[in-house]
């Protein structure tokens, strides 16, 4: 597998003619302290199994975890630390010592939270993520409503005429697959126009059940993806660019490959471990929400109507772009209740309607998304979409439309970048 060879000494240049290069080398050896951290974290999938997202390093490593007696989390925390304590003398450019110190305190806090300490939520969300959360403001998704009211006029209440027009929106299940292999296929095209691939890359998706979230990016490493579709939720077409877009082009199948070939083609071996709850699901999170908009433009919308027109389907993109506008107001909607659920304690019943208020959103779907929000694994993991939507979203905006902007997306693509860094270059200007 690739991600474990490298024949190079600098950065690859990132063009098409890179991933053309026959790699015939040794598997690297990793830094001693990169190797702990990479058999630190595969030691978390003994306490809960899926918490490696994903690992394409080296394979011994992963049996070493697995053949080794189950790990105490105390002893797990204890280690976190001491690697921390190891980074500023272990010889490893300023930022992958960024990179690895803040992976290391959202572990060490995972670690905590396994052996059963105390952790606030807004606390425990800060260690994984390095974000601070709060409420937010009612008076926005008021805002936010008004704005949809406009753009679905008529009589009866603004949730029955939401309901009414996602219901309309839905994709007839019989043409689900043609929909997400078109768009597939189409956002794929743009994406190897701006931002090259591996000729051999691939996504290949299948339709799943009894999950707690809409799609998941299952990256098996060698450039080849697994993209999982929820049947239990209803597939709208307003939603599918989007989803197609956040799971493969240009978002986390595209974000795996370029890593792959460039990070870890590079040394940093650290880059062939993706572990939930941590700096990197936030960054990853935010990339893929803006992912559609960021290949596509403003105008996806109209984009869609066509290739929606080219399968039989008709599709309003100009309804949709507004719609979707003006419910970017109710992005901090699934957060607060997740703050009402873990921080202040409220029942099932009170978070559920919460989220019918101000998502406008089906009792059905709402006991959806509280059901992500309770899972032991998943309960902090909305943060990363609200906060990395916000955080990705306003370090772009910075770069006006056009090179300078998919420079931007470019390096979210390619480089180890953790919140702090977009932080303080938003500090700068």
């Known amino acids: 597998m690739r991600s474990s060879l490298t024949c190079h000494d600098s950065a690859p240049s990132y063009t098409a003619s890179y991933f053309e290069i026959v790699l015939e080398c040794e598997p690297m050896e990793p830094d001693p302290l990169v190797r702990q951290y990479l058999l630190l974290g595969l030691s978390f999938d003994r306490l809960e199994e899926g918490f490696v997202d994903a ?66 939520f807004v606390d ?30 008529g009589p009866g209440p603004l949730t029955e005429r939401v309901h009414a027009h996602r219901a309309a929106d839905e994709i007839p299940p019989e043409r689900l697959r043609d929909c997400v292999e078109a768009f597939s296929s189409a956002l794929r095209d743009l994406v190897r126009g701006r931002y090259p691939l ?8 299948e339709v799943v059940g009894d999950k707690p979230w809409s799609g998941f990016n299952y990256y098996l490493g060698g450039y080849q993806s697994k993209v999982a579709i929820n049947s239990d939720l209803k597939q709208h077409m307003a939603n599918l660019p989007r989803l197609i ?92 209740a997740a703050l009402l659920l873990h921080d202040e304690h409220r029942g099932e019943d009170d978070v ?47 770069a006006p439309v056009g090179p300078e902007r998919s420079e931007r997306f470019r390096r979210l693509l390619d480089e180890p970048l953790i919140p702090q860094t977009l932080r303080s270059e938003l500090a700068v200007g």
């Open 55 to 120: 690992y394409t390093g080296d394979a011994a490593l992963r049996r070493q975890v697995e053949n080794a007696s189950p790990p105490d989390p105390r002893e797990l925390a204890a280690t976190a630390r001491t690697l921390r304590g190891e980074l500023d003398s272990s010889g490893l450019s300023a930022q992958r010592v960024a990179f690895l110190d803040a992976h290391l305190k959202a572990l060490e806090c995972s670690a905590r939270k396994f052996s059963g300490d105390d952790v606030g």
């Open 124 to 153: 425990e969300v800060y260690a994984y993520f390095d974000v601070r959360i709060a409420r937010g403001d009612e008076d926005e998704y008021r805002q936010a409503h008004q704005k949809i009211e406009r753009v679905l006029p």
């Open 198 to 205: 591996p000729e051999n890359e691939t996504v290949e998706y």
């Open 245 to 336: 877009a956040h799971e493969s082009y240009p978002g986390h199948h595209t974000e795996h490959c370029r890593k792959e070939a460039g990070l870890v083609g590079d040394g940093q071996l650290e880059q062939t471990l993706f572990v939930v709850n941590t700096p990197q699901c936030l960054m990853a999170e935010g990339l893929a929400d803006l992912a559609l908009e960021s290949i596509v433009g403003e105008n996806w919308g109209l984009w869609a109507q066509e290739i929606y027109a080219d399968l039989g389907l008709r599709f309003d993109g100009a309804t949709a772009q507004e719609l979707s506008t003006a419910s970017a107001q109710l992005l901090s909607v699934r957060q607060d």
């Open 352 to 398: 559920a309607a919460f989220l019918q208020r101000w998502s406008l959103t089906t009792p059905d779907r709402a006991r959806q998304s509280l059901r992500f929000l309770q899972s032991p694994l998943w309960r902090a993991y909305i943060s990363t979409y609200v906060e990395g939507y916000r955080l990705l979203g306003t370090w772009l905006r910075e």
